[in-house]
């Protein structure tokens, strides 16, 4: 599949966006639909600056499953068991939120958690947001 490239800028873009959702959301802005369920999720979806090409690269991770994943399954991988954690800093500190995606994303590369598609090296981290994107 042919699409837009996804960059380790859009990647540490993604970390912007998401402090920018979360300060938001912490003013009272209203987020997708999905935040109001869990605002982990809401979070997570607007990671990337590029939906389109964040959708194009997240849809061959999932194609390497071999049964797609529910959005739910992937906001728990993403959390690996820090998700109530995690949830807290979605609604109240978003910068803290992105601090600990960078730093499990670097963890992921420190400990050999890697997953290539289409030629790129990505974290499981990383895979897993553009998994996510990709879903509906």
Known sequence: MSGPALGRREFL????????????AAG???????AAAD???GALRG?????AAARAVGAEVIALEKVPPRARTVVERVARGRGEALRALATSDAGALAD???????????????????????SET??????LAALR
């Open 28 to 34: 009272g802005v209203s987020l997708p639909a999905c």
């Open 47 to 51: 990671f990337f600056g590029d939906p």
């Open 39 to 41: 605002p982990l999720e």
């Open 100 to 122: 600990a995606l960078r730093e499990q994303h670097r963890a992921d590369f420190a400990e050999g958690r890697i997953v290539v598609v289409r030629g790129w090296v990505l």
């Open 13 to 24: 873009s993604g970390v912007a966006a998401l402090a920018a959702a979360g300060l938001a």
């Open 126 to 131: 990383e895979s897993q947001l553009l998994a």
